[in-house]
């Protein structure tokens, strides 16, 4: 949800109205717009008085600047243009986003030094960068103050931003591909923000049927269609809630007909008390947000539909909801997978790993796929090891491991590789069965980790994102203010983008 209602590409004019903003390289300052958009020069001035450099991220507004038509011209600092990445220019329009988004009109005057600033590419990265700070989830607020302004300070009449860039029909294409993505991590925030009463397994389920006019196929497994698979594990989770579970696979086949698929698996836990094993009264309303991973998959999905990737790409999620009650799995159960495997269930909170066992097996057995990737926002240790700033990263392949930290870095959404190994087996040996589900206080997101690579089949390729700190919760940036952040869609968009599309 974005309180931005479109954006579009011009080329340089003197806008008339509303609010401008000027990009201004550091030490160079701004382009030759600027002179015919404040001819009195007011902006120069203020330049001297407050210091301002251009320094990257840094703004200074003047109010109804002498001889100029609009109310209020920000400058914006750009930094050194030739350091520029393609995610800084995201960052950029995310510095202009936090402000923009309370305009009914903007400009956005992309007039700078060099050959960067004049890529169509460079304008429609600051126009994604606007958007996705735009984002506020406030679909259940109704009060609005007499101001028109909501209290996140979005206006209650969605604003127009228009780019004003050299080339605005080559930012036009090049936007119309980011702004599959953008609408892509909108969902996935979307779906981590709604409510649990909202947002149940079955709900899920059909929020993923909508994809099915962008191309996507949709298949959605019942309870009764999973027991008879023997999905145990998955099934075990959910047998304390009267909210069914369900099982959800995305196809995208916009590849090589016959390829074999990139399949992406995700966590659907839409609410995690820990089942018996319950979780603190403290902070448990966030777990809302367990089910980051699947949202992450189907905002992927989306993104990828949108703009007609050349890719074979099976998105696969396992949706329940771990309640408590006389039906509820008991600490020492043990249960079968569909492997075949059995699992001593030592701790019911720890029922992510049993729903990924499940989906991950169903999609080795049925697709082949070329490699498998899956997310979850599965252990609290993860966040003891890296914060917030990275997801843990663990893999069997050091090829697919490299990919995926490359496309981390380059959108910024960043992954630091964990190990695996035989010593950590010993974290998951059962006396009772051929696994238990836990592996004591230390090295819990490894032990985790180990347990779902046993669903791996036939050495395929396969990583696991522990995305626990950066799904929800994360801290604030230049593109995210969001408590469901969206992690995963744009870096693994970015992946398919360089090594899956043909």
Same mark, same amino acid.
């Given at each position: ?66 001889? *100029? ?53 460079? %304008? ?9 700070? @735009? ?34 029909? +080559? ?30 397994? /079955? ?34 989770? %959910? ?52 089910? +980051? ?12 539909? *949108?703009?007609? @990737? ?7 999620? +396992? ?32 029922? +992510?790993?049993? /729903? ?14 070329? %490699?498998?990737?899956?997310?979850? #926002? ?59 589900? #836990? ?64």
């Amino acid at each position: 949800m974005t309180s931005i209602s479109s954006i579009s590409f011009a080329r340089f004019s003197v806008p008339a109205k509303g609010t401008a903003y000027l990009l201004s390289a550091e030490k160079d300052g701004a382009g030759p717009a600027v002179a015919s958009l404040d001819p009195a020069g007011v902006l120069e001035r203020a330049f001297g008085i407050a210091d301002f450099s251009g320094k990257f991220g840094a703004t200074l507004e003047v109010i109804a600047p002498e001889g *100029s038509g609009v109310d209020k011209l920000i400058a914006v600092g750009a930094g050194k243009i030739a350091e520029l990445d393609e995610h800084a220019w995201l960052r950029l329009g995310g510095v202009i986003g936090a402000s923009a988004a309370k305009a009914n009109n903007a400009s956005v005057v992309l007039d700078l030094p060099g050959d960067a600033a004049a890529d169509p590419v460079c %304008a429609a990265n600051v126009a994604a960068g606007i958007l996705l700070r @735009a984002y506020a989830f406030d679909k259940y607020k109704t009060r609005k103050p007499d101001n028109g302004d909501d209290k996140s300070g979005a206006r209650s009449k969605p604003g127009r931003i228009t780019v004003m860039c050299a080339n605005p029909a +080559g930012a036009k294409k090049a936007f119309a591909s980011l702004k599959s993505v953008v609408d892509g991590v909108f969902l996935a925030r979307d779906l981590v923000n709604e409510p649990a009463n909202i947002l149940g397994p /079955v709900e899920f389920a059909a929020r993923i049927r909508e994809l099915e006019p962008l191309g996507v196929q949709v298949e959605i497994l019942t309870e009764k269609e999973m027991k008879k698979a023997g999905m145990g594990a998955l099934l075990g989770v %959910a047998q304390g809630s009267p909210r069914g579970a369900r099982l959800a696979v995305m196809r995208w086949e916009g590849g090589r007909k016959g390829g074999k698929p990139l399949a992406v698996v995700g966590k659907g836990v839409t609410f995690d008390t820990g089942g018996n094993s319950m979780k603190s009264p403290s902070g448990m309303e966030d777990m809302k947000g367990d089910m +980051g991973g699947a949202a992450a998959v189907t905002g992927l999905m989306h993104a990828l539909a *949108s703009r007609k @990737a050349k890719a074979n790409v099976v998105g696969i999620v +396992g949706l329940v909801e771990n309640s408590v009650d006389g039906n509820a799995q008991r600490p020492g159960d043990i249960v079968t997978s569909m492997s075949g495997q059995t699992i001593e269930v030592l701790n019911t909170d720890a029922e +992510g790993r049993l /729903v990924l066992a499940d989906a991950l097996w169903y999609c080795c057995e049925r697709f082949q796929p070329a %490699a498998v990737i899956d997310l979850a #926002t599965l252990t609290g240790a993860i966040m003891v090891a890296l914060g917030q700033h990275h997801a843990g990263l663990f893999a069997n392949d050091d090829d697919l491991a490299s990919r995926l930290t490359q496309a981390g870095l380059a959108t910024q959404e960043r992954l630091w590789r964990m190990p695996l190994g035989p010593e950590y087996e010993k974290l998951i040996e059962s006396r009772n069965a051929d696994m238990k589900n #836990t592996g004591g206080r230390y090295g819990g997101a490894i032990a985790a980790a180990q347990f779902l690579q046993r669903f791996i089949k036939d050495d395929t390729p396969w990583a696991h994102l522990d995305i626990a700190g950066t799904a929800m919760g994360a801290p604030s940036n230049e593109v995210s203010h969001s408590w469901g952040t969206g992690f995963g869609v744009r870096l693994l968009d970015r992946l398919v983008r360089d090594h899956y599309e043909k």
